[in-house]
């Protein structure tokens, strides 16, 4: 009872705190001034830091419940993000535009980007700066678990295990695990059912 009174006061001073940065990044809508503070919180460190991070993105992204955990060093790119509640996101990862369902883990130094084609090329094969217009959100569904220093580019079905160091630039299907760069289909994940007498 007292470990929820005292998470919930410090919620509610969290959201307190970040509610002039929410302000000045147009809730989410003013991309420099929300990767700014995405970029400076992300170096909060220890528990206030995961309170602080979780309060401003919970006013800034188009979802981000509360019972989620964004970890030191981890920040958004985009605020065309929607996350489910009981997300993990661990240290170190930099995350596009994408849906991520409820409950998925997140291991550190992950990369989600905005879809597979960030950058175009002119007629003379010069790279051109990348283009918002071409950004696709990636989706990830629930129950998840993103390996450590992987690289998605595409959608994760449900329930699925990608790989540490794995490179998802195709859809991978629900309930599988996936390793590798790019990525296959190695098993089929078991699904535990609970079983009544």
Not at 92 to 99: A, D, L, N, Q, T
Not at 114 to 119: F, L, T, V
Request: net charge positive; aromatic share 8%.
């Amino acid at each position: 009872m007292v470990t929820r009174f005292l998470k919930g006061f410090v919620t509610v001073l969290a959201l307190a705190l970040m509610f002039p940065f929410a302000l000045l990044s147009g809730f989410g809508r003013l991309p420099d001034a929300f990767q700014l503070f995405a970029q400076g919180l992300a170096m909060v460190p220890g528990l206030p830091g995961d309170y602080l991070r979780i309060a401003f993105y919970s006013m800034t992204l188009e979802q981000c419940p509360l019972k989620s955990r964004i970890s030191f060093g981890s920040f958004f790119a985009q605020s065309s993000v929607r996350i489910g509640s009981g997300v993990y996101i661990g240290a170190y990862c930099v995350i596009g535009s994408c849906e991520i369902g409820d409950r998925t883990q997140i291991a550190s130094q992950v990369q989600i980007l905005s879809g597979r084609h960030q950058h175009d090329v002119d007629e003379s094969g010069r790279l051109l700066s990348s283009d918002e217009t071409s950004f696709i959100p990636v989706k990830i569904g629930p129950d998840c678990w993103i390996g450590a220093t992987s690289i998605i580019m595409a959608d994760v079905g449900q329930g699925t295990t990608i790989g540490a160091g794995s490179v998802v630039p195709r859809p991978i299907s629900a309930n599988v695990i996936a390793v590798g760069n790019p990525a296959r289909e190695i098993k089929q994940r078991v699904r535990h059912t609970s079983s009544t007498a």
